[in-house]
């Protein structure tokens, strides 16, 4: 794994630590409780599959422009 991959991964790990503790900690009933950390996780998860997205999608563009630049470069 590459270390951006790595840190992103953490960042993700530490917010959502951080998210879950703070509503743990709320005065809130448990039923709610439950609710907001199915909300926050849920947005969570996007956001994840959103960054991933865009890095699949930087990586298509990436290979493709080294491809174009190794045939150029074997013409």
């Known amino acids: 794994m590459n ?3 790595k840190v ?3 960042v993700a790990a530490g917010t959502a630590a951080g998210l879950i503790a703070g509503i743990l900690f ?4 448990g039923s709610e409780t439950r609710k907001k950390i ?3 996780m849920k947005g969570l998860a996007d956001e994840v599959k959103e960054k ?3 890095a699949e999608d ?3 563009d ?3 422009g080294l ?3 190794l045939t150029k470069a074997h013409n």
Do not use: E, V
Request: charge should be positive.
């Open 62 to 64: 990436m290979k493709a």
């Open 52 to 54: 991933f997205r865009k």
């Open 67 to 69: 491809s174009d630049a």
């Open 26 to 29: 709320a005065p809130d009933k």
């Open 38 to 40: 199915g909300q926050k």
């Open 58 to 60: 930087r990586a298509g």
């Open 8 to 10: 992103l991964m953490g």
């Open 3 to 5: 270390t951006t991959f």
